[in-house]
């Protein structure tokens, strides 16, 4: 068997076993054109059509399989909650047992659109949880689109878990910050300098009036901007080395936990980029409509999810002396597990495949409904669609 059919049947048996029912039908063929998607962005490093379609094993003409990925990106029945959100529920179960920590930003996807993005902190990566596609550069969003994505969200989120979001300056309006309360998460929020904060019994004063010589100072009870939402807490951050301090808004008392928090906000920037430049080239797909770039994304998403896996895999699995120098590692999880497919690939051992992670090590021993198995390739579940 061909690497290229190794790869794509590996992917394709693993995408049914997140449903309770073998899927059949319209639903069994959409699932082999998403294995294909997720086996040509991988093998190709592209998320050009007619590139994946090289990579197709399907025993069909090259201008047929390009067509069918077409059909698939366009059809819109086709949609993130069948299609993807399973996978998202079962990542975020996997990691539940600690606070989830998710983390919400924009960037530009394919020619001429920007995608706004939710997704988990995990191990220095952020897995995407769901996302939004509209035409026009990164800008800002508009704050009834950020609500539309928590709203897309919140039904995976496992009953009883811990959540923390985290948002740059964009998302700190007072309405999401009303709906993260409703939901009962904790948020930390970037602010601008220039906000209006109120006490009471006090004059209206702005976030820049809270400047530390160094290190942190801390406000509580404050009533944010004109409309006085709140009391929440805010925070001016003035870290040593930088030339000014930034400004955080949030629902948590400790002030260290909040810092500690936000710091893991740029993870998601690990994401763009690997799905962009250093791996997947999203931002040169030549689609340009956004409901046909969000059905690109789940494979695009899959694909990335399955590789940090990978690289996870490798680490736990006892390959690294085989994928990199053993006095230390540069390599993130997600060029690991890149290496780590080659590595399987070239000697014809089998390819795990889950599409979701691991737990912590300390949690490994927990009875997860949704702890890490290896599932090897083989089996059933080729064919066209």
């Not at 990542?91 to 706004?116: F, H, K, N, Q, T």
């Not at 399987?344 to 795990?352: A, M, R």
Request: aromatic share 10%; with cysteine.
């Amino acid at each position: 068997m061909s690497d290229n059919h190794r790869q794509y049947r590996t992917v394709r048996n693993a995408l049914d076993r997140f449903y309770p029912h073998p899927p059949e039908g319209n639903m069994a063929r959409h699932l082999n054109t998403l294995a294909a998607l997720i086996h040509g962005i991988v093998r190709s490093k592209s998320t050009h059509l007619s590139a994946l379609a090289k990579c197709d094993p399907t025993p069909i003409q090259m201008e047929s399989r390009i067509k069918r990925l077409s059909r698939f990106v366009q059809n819109e029945r086709i949609e993130l909650e069948l299609y993807f959100a399973p996978y998202a529920q079962v990542v975020l179960a996997s990691l539940a047992m600690r606070p989830l920590e998710l983390v919400i930003d924009g960037s530009d996807v394919g020619r001429g659109c920007a995608a706004l993005m939710l997704s988990v902190v995990y191990r220095q990566r952020a897995l995407p949880l769901g996302w939004l596609v509209r035409t026009g550069k990164k800008g800002h969003f508009s704050e009834a689109l950020h609500l539309a994505l928590l709203e897309q969200i919140q039904p995976l989120i496992p009953q009883g878990a811990e959540v923390v979001l985290l948002g740059d300056g964009e998302f700190d309006g007072i309405d999401l910050q009303r709906r993260v309360e409703a939901y009962g998460w904790k948020y930390v929020l970037r602010t601008a300098k220039n906000t209006v904060l109120q006490q009471e019994y006090s004059h209206a004063f702005s976030c820049a009036s809270l400047d530390p010589p160094y290190g942190r100072y801390s406000f509580a009870d404050a009533y944010f901007t004109q409309e006085a939402y709140g009391p929440v807490r805010v925070i001016a951050w003035w870290g040593e080395g930088y030339d000014e301090p930034i400004y955080l808004v949030t629902n948590l008392r400790d002030v260290d936990q909040a810092c500690a928090y936000y710091r893991k906000r740029a993870l998601i920037e690990t994401f763009f980029s690997d799905c962009k430049s250093r791996g997947f080239h999203l931002h040169k797909s030549h689609l340009d409509q956004p409901e046909r770039l969000a059905r690109l994304m789940m494979g695009t998403c899959l694909a990335y999810i399955w590789i940090v896996y990978l690289g996870y895999t490798a680490q736990q699995e006892g390959w690294m002396a085989y994928l990199h120098r053993t006095d230390r590692c540069d390599l993130s999880l997600f060029q690991l597990g890149l290496r780590f497919l080659e590595q399987l690939l070239n000697e014809d051992l089998p390819i795990p495949c889950l599409l979701y992670t691991s737990p912590s090590p300390r949690d490994s021993t927990l009875d997860l409904v949704c702890r890490l198995m290896l599932e090897k390739s083989g089996g059933g579940g080729g064919g066209g669609g």
